[in-house]
């Protein structure tokens, strides 16, 4: 994967990690946030294959920067096949962008309220 892209995504993990870059949900699977002059859009589908009379599926990560006009600058999409350390990078972006766009972590911080007044032991 490109070196600056690389450089991108983990600044964009930790910056979403530290809630200063909030993404915003484009699809049930595909997140994207706004960066400067540009995008990040990251989505996961599931690619299947037949193989011996049965369908697999394996997931794969696509992700894309693009300009404020919707053209893509960059695009790199990775299966779990492909290199183990690109494929974590992307599996990251994806989870704190899904994390970021649904509110997750407030959902979790919520729940964890709830079950703590109903003194129930954690």
Known sequence: MDSKLTQLLRTAVKKTD??????SEFTPTAFR????????????TFLTTPEDGEDFSTPSILVQVS???????FEEERT????????????????VARASALDGYHILDNMLMELEREDIPI
């Open 18 to 23: 530290a809630n200063s870059l909030v993404w």
């Open 67 to 73: 300009d404020e006009a919707g053209r893509v600058v």
């Open 80 to 95: 779990e096949s492909h290199s183990r350390d690109d494929y974590s990078l992307l599996e990251s972006v994806f989870k």
């Open 33 to 44: 946030a706004k960066i400067g002059p540009g995008y990040i859009h990251i989505r996961k």
